[in-house]
């Protein structure tokens, strides 16, 4: 069984469920670099996580096509940036 662990409260996760991240990047050849990375494949393989790599273009075209899915969780609110 997994468990996520949040500020010292275990919560079992359902087994069958699987995690979305979005990353975005500046540019589209490190977007590139990042989907062929193999750590992506295995974490969708062992932890069922599931990585969105998108560039800044795919990311900006995407909302201003009416993707629903870029407002919904390219949101300043829920982004981590790096300094």
């Known amino acids: ?9 275990i919560i079992p996760l359902p087994p069958l469920e699987t995690v979305h991240l979005v990353i975005v990047t500046p540019e ?3 977007s590139e670099l990042i989907e062929a990375k193999k750590w992506l494949r295995l974490a969708l393989k062992e932890k069922r996580i599931y990585f969105h790599v998108l ?4 990311k900006y075209y995407g909302y201003k096509n009416g993707n629903p899915f870029i407002p919904a969780y390219c949101t300043a609110a ?3 940036y790096q300094n």
């Open 1 to 9: 069984m997994n468990f996520l662990l949040i500020t010292s409260t």
């Open 28 to 30: 589209i050849t490190n």
């Open 55 to 58: 560039n800044y273009l795919q």
């Open 78 to 80: 829920a982004m981590v």
